[in-house]
């Protein structure tokens, strides 16, 4: 029996995870064992998903299979887009200068601010009285 090749990599954005296993195939996406339109709601968020595919011309060669969990949908979708990526550079190393030239290698730093003391939220602060 011939065990057949995959690709794997991990995404990660604000406070979600992404594990995505890529096989050779024809363009098939699941996402919790769920399709890729009924997991996420919307076109844009798969588009930028999908983006990886378009920028190196592979949109149906291979076949993902993604455990996504923590956050919300938009960060899941931007944690699987960088796992799509780093996976996609072990199946061709020379991937690797495109998807950098589109940023699309670099994990988004920005997270949710921690609320300090004396004040509402992260920055909003009490109403100042004069008087």
Known sequence: MLKQIE???LGR???SIAKVLMVPGKGKVLVNDKPLKDYFPNDLI??????PFQVTNTMNSFDVKA???GGGFTGQAGAMRLGIARALITTN?????????????????????????????????????KR
Request: aromatic share 12%; glycine share 6%; net charge positive.
């Open 7 to 9: 690709y794997k990599g």
């Open 67 to 69: 455990k996504v969990f």
């Open 93 to 129: 190393n020379d991937f690797k200068l495109i998807l950098k030239k589109e940023k699309l290698l670099t994990r988004d730093p920005r997270a949710k601010e921690r609320k300090k003391y004396g004040k509402y939220g992260a920055r909003r602060s009490p109403q100042f009285t």
């Open 13 to 15: 954005r604000k406070t």
């Open 46 to 51: 798969i588009q930028e998903i999908m983006q």
